[in-house]
């Protein structure tokens, strides 16, 4: 009996060790299975906010790159971001901005394009040009820089549609079981019985190691 197969990858754009997981990632999904399709759902790890962060959590933070770098070799940050921009707990501007990138495509194809773009437009200005992604015209310029038209971004990126669409991705991430960021769920469900319900199970993973995760997969 066939099963339709989903992976799904649970991230936040400013999520230090979904940054740092990029490369195995990469790897993970050239290898997958071919009845595997992934879909990226975002979890939303800081509401807005326009409060500084107190320099406790700076350091806080700061300590996880340190970490993060003796754990995943050759992963890159830029400490200057915490001298040269004000840091704000605020993660879902940039989660919306992912949303509103996606908004602009003509077709689910582009739709992927796209997410990937804005993706890496946040993780490689936040974590190598120490560009602050909880800023609104900070992701502005990135959609500029990918080609979108920066005005309709403006708009769409602070929007009720875009809101609500949020918050129904952290809704779903939360309900399938994504435990922190990142998470891989696999649902899997029987293709000859589309009402039965969809299993969902947690995929193992090493941030240095994609056989880890391949293997769970076969």
């Not at 879909?39 to 406790?56: H, I, T």
């Not at 809704?171 to 589309?194: K, M, T, V, Y």
Request: with cysteine.
């Amino acid at each position: 009996m066939n099963k339709i197969r989903t992976l799904y990858y649970v991230h936040d754009p400013m999520c230090s060790w979904c940054w740092a997981f990029e490369p195995t990632w990469k790897q993970i999904q050239r290898e997958l299975p071919d009845d595997i399709n992934v879909v990226y759902l975002l979890g939303g790890l800081a509401p807005d906010s326009d409060l500084p962060m107190p320099e406790q959590m700076k350091l806080t933070i700061a300590g996880y790159w340190q970490t993060i770098q003796e754990r995943v070799p050759g992963t890159q940050f830029n400490y200057d971001f915490w001298t040269q921009c004000q840091p704000r707990r605020s993660t879902y501007p940039s989660c919306r901005a992912v949303l509103a990138a996606k908004a602009q495509a003509k077709d689910s194809d582009e739709a992927k394009v796209l997410e990937q773009a804005m993706i890496k437009a946040i993780q490689e200005g936040y974590y190598l040009n120490a560009r602050n992604p909880s800023d609104f015209d900070t992701l502005i310029a990135f959609a500029k820089e990918i080609g979108l038209d920066a005005k309709r971004f403006g708009v769409e990126l602070n929007s009720e549609s875009t809101i609500e669409k949020l918050n129904e991705e952290i809704q779903l991430s939360r309900s399938i079981g994504a435990q922190g960021f990142p998470s891989l769920i696999l649902q899997s469900q029987n293709e000859s019985n589309a009402a039965h319900a969809a299993q969902f199970e947690n995929v193992p993973y090493d941030y240095n190691d994609a056989s880890i995760t391949l293997y769970h997969l076969k």
